[in-house]
C-alpha cells in the first residue's frame, strides 16, 4: 500500500500543503512509509504520529487511533505482527491532553478547537467491523478529555461512508 499510494500522490502533495494522520494501510511495517514521508509539526517527540498546530482562530489536533491496533504482515515472505502500541499510546494521551490544556487557555486568541484522527469514535455502518466488534480504547482515552476541554469538532474517516451525529454528550 505505502509505496503505490505515496508515489501516486507525491506529484500534488509536492505541490499543495497537507495535514495528515495515519491511518489503518500506515499502521503496516510499524508506520514506515507514513514516518519517512512527512514531516508535521513536533516530529522529533511524536514520530509524526500526532502533533497539533494553530491557523488562523482555530487549533488542531492530530491523533493516531492506530497505535490501539495490532496488524499482520500482508506481503510475502514477511510474516511479522505489528502493535499494539502501548507506550506510544501513553506518550499521545499526555501529548494531548498537555496541549489541550494549553489551547483552552489559549481560547480568545483561538476560540476553536478542532482535532481529527483515522477511526471514528461511533459509526452507525453495518459491516461488523471497527466500531461494532473491534476494541475502543482510543475512545476510552480521548472522548472524555475532548469534551472537557470543549472540542469544537472532530473529524473521523476509516468507514468509506458519510455520517454526521449530534452531539454526544
Same mark, same amino acid.
Given at each position: 500500500?505505502?509505496?503505490?499510494?505515496?508515489?501516486?500522490?507525491?506529484?500534488? +502533495?509536492?505541490?499543495?500543503?497537507?495535514? $495528515? #494522520?495515519?491511518?489503518? *494501510?500506515?499502521?503496516? /511495517?510499524?508506520? =514506515?512509509?507514513?514516518?519517512?514521508?512527512?514531516?508535521? @509539526?513536533?516530529?522529533? *517527540?511524536?514520530?509524526?504520529? /500526532? /502533533?497539533?498546530?494553530?491557523?488562523?482562530?482555530? *487549533?488542531?489536533?492530530?491523533?493516531?487511533?492506530? $497505535? &490501539?491496533?495490532? +496488524?499482520?504482515?500482508?506481503?510475502?515472505?514477511?510474516?511479522?505482527? !505489528?502493535?499494539? &502500541? @502501548?507506550?506510544?499510546?501513553?506518550?499521545?494521551?499526555?501529548?494531548?491532553?498537555?496541549?489541550?490544556?494549553?489551547?483552552?487557555?489559549?481560547?480568545? =486568541?483561538?476560540?476553536?478547537?478542532?482535532?481529527?484522527? *483515522?477511526? @471514528?469514535? &461511533? #459509526?452507525?455502518?453495518?459491516?461488523?467491523?471497527? #466500531?461494532?466488534?473491534?476494541?475502543?480504547?482510543?475512545?476510552?482515552?480521548?472522548?472524555?478529555?475532548?469534551?472537557?476541554?470543549?472540542?469544537?469538532?472532530? !473529524?473521523?474517516?476509516?468507514?468509506?461512508? /458519510?455520517?454526521?451525529?449530534?452531539?454526544?454528550?
Amino acid at each position: 500500500w505505502g509505496d503505490a499510494w505515496f508515489n501516486f500522490v507525491e506529484p500534488l +502533495y509536492a505541490r499543495v500543503p497537507v495535514m $495528515v #494522520c495515519p491511518g489503518n *494501510h500506515e499502521g503496516m /511495517y510499524d508506520f =514506515l512509509n507514513y514516518r519517512e514521508r512527512f514531516s508535521m @509539526p513536533g516530529r522529533a *517527540h511524536s514520530q509524526n504520529l /500526532y /502533533y497539533s498546530f494553530d491557523a488562523g482562530n482555530t *487549533h488542531w489536533i492530530a491523533y493516531d487511533t492506530e $497505535v &490501539y491496533f495490532q +496488524y499482520g504482515a500482508m506481503d510475502q515472505p514477511v510474516r511479522r505482527n !505489528f502493535g499494539p &502500541y @502501548p507506550d506510544i499510546a501513553q506518550a499521545q494521551l499526555h501529548f494531548i491532553e498537555d496541549d489541550l490544556n494549553k489551547a483552552s487557555r489559549e481560547r480568545a =486568541l483561538r476560540p476553536w478547537i478542532v482535532a481529527f484522527g *483515522h477511526r @471514528p469514535f &461511533y #459509526c452507525s455502518d453495518s459491516d461488523n467491523d471497527d #466500531c461494532v466488534k473491534m476494541q475502543d480504547q482510543w475512545r476510552v482515552d480521548l472522548e472524555k478529555l475532548f469534551f472537557e476541554h470543549g472540542v469544537d469538532i472532530v !473529524f473521523e474517516a476509516h468507514q468509506h461512508s /458519510y455520517e454526521r451525529l449530534w452531539p454526544t454528550y
